[in-house]
């Protein structure tokens, strides 16, 4: 038997809190009911255990790819007849994520309650975005829940590629930076002060350091002395500019500059307009009202610039006029795009339309990270060769004039 604690409302309204032994939460539920209570809240009460993992947790956010497995799963259960609540109590169990398994206990208690799936998800921002929120409440009022988040799990499949893909275009560059500074920072560090001593051994102490060995050297023993300003500093700005990034002022600071970048604005562009494309197009074939999918649309284009005329375009809509004008009046959008959603608007088409144009963004952003990477390569292969050359050349002037001095 476990020790369950449940938070209840009676017939008159009163608000009970207890604790009762039984074998499952729901039988819990349905004996309570039975007396005429209404339940609120009900979880295990459990004897203290406290581990590391609960700061883990705490910090731990519901991934895409969990978000992926959970909607494919609640598809199937709910296409094989299981209710809600069997289906989220079947999906708590097999999460292996503790504070996933935690939301999806609420969840469920709350659904039990007799709330809607979407409002108990909306409960839950950490984990449940407005997107999915909106996906979930077409499926319950139009009674195909179970497409609904077959669709959801199609679309965050397709949107973990598309993070694959831009992760992808960093990680070449990234790796080549990291492993070149730290050749440097050894080269300068390590050898450049032995070779020094021992250029000043061998010709007893007489020769002079050329100018360049010399300014090498007293670069090496600046950041051997004050190393930690050189290090702690620019990593602390990192994150402060990191964490300002995410913020609404970071937002408008960066985003606009971000966008225009000769070398990656084009890539976060197409990028935003794959999310904008997929996201509208996804909640448009759900049954999603225009306006409101515009609005869920907003906050997955990780752009201020496009979320700004997203904006301009919803309002439009609500004065009567069509997608495709004022999107196009932004500036902001292809014509390709404004063209296609205007074609797609006249035919009746437009969820299609927009998931074609997804699709060649897709391929356009692939085609734009194999360029970026035949691009950054001769550029960080130039760039790290000066400065590697330029230590190795310091290094070999002493050597000229020991032949001198040997001499």
Avoid at 98 to 126: E, N, Y
Avoid at 258 to 284: E, N
Wanted: net charge neutral; aromatic share 10%.
């Amino acid at each position: 038997m476990k020790t369950y604690v449940f938070v209840a409302r009676d017939a008159q309204g009163n608000t009970v809190k207890n604790t009762v032994e039984s074998d499952s939460q729901h039988s819990v539920i349905e004996t309570l009911g039975s007396e005429g209570y209404y339940v609120l809240r009900i979880y295990e009460k459990r004897a203290f255990n406290w581990s590391p993992w609960d700061i883990v947790d705490r910090f731990t956010k519901v991934g895409l790819q969990l978000l992926t497995i959970f909607s494919r799963q609640m598809a199937l259960l709910i296409n094989a007849g299981l209710t809600l609540s069997e289906a989220l109590d079947t999906c708590e169990e097999q999460t292996q994520q503790r504070k996933f398994q935690q939301i999806l206990h609420k969840t469920r208690v709350d659904v039990q309650s007799g709330i809607t799936l979407a409002q108990a998800m909306k409960k839950h921002p950490t984990a449940f975005s407005d997107f999915f929120v909106a996906m979930i409440h077409a499926g319950e009022i139009g009674g195909v829940l179970d497409k609904i988040l077959d669709r959801i799990a199609k679309f965050y499949e397709n949107e973990l590629e598309l993070r694959r893909k831009v992760q992808s275009a960093m990680v070449y560059p990234s790796l080549v930076t990291i492993v070149s500074i730290g050749i440097s920072l050894f080269m300068l560090v390590y050898i450049v002060p032995q070779f020094a001593e021992f250029y000043k051994d061998f010709s007893g102490g007489e020769a002079q350091l050329p100018e360049l060995t010399q300014k090498m050297l007293d670069i090496s023993e600046e950041f051997r002395y004050n190393w930690y300003w050189y290090t702690l500093v620019p990593l602390i700005i990192l994150v402060v500019l990191w964490k300002f990034r995410g913020t609404k002022w970071g937002h408008r600071v960066f985003d606009p500059i971000v966008i225009r970048m000769p070398i990656f604005g084009p890539l976060a562009r197409k990028v935003a307009i794959t999310r904008f494309s997929r996201t509208l197009g996804t909640l448009q074939e759900s049954g999603v009202p225009l306006i409101e999918a515009l609005e869920v649309t907003r906050d997955t284009a990780h752009n201020l610039v496009i979320a700004n005329a997203i904006d301009y375009t919803r309002e439009r809509i609500r004065e009567g006029e069509t997608i495709a004008g004022p999107m196009r009046r932004t500036r902001v959008f292809p014509p390709m795009v404004t063209n296609l959603i205007s074609v797609g608007e006249d035919a009746g088409n437009l969820e299609e339309m927009l998931y074609k144009l997804s699709d060649y963004y897709d391929v356009e952003i692939d085609a734009t990270i194999r360029a970026l990477a035949s691009l950054i390569e001769p550029i960080l292969i130039v760039v790290i060769g000066a400065i590697i050359g330029v230590i190795v050349v310091s290094l070999y002037l002493p050597i000229f004039n020991l032949v001198n001095i040997i001499q």
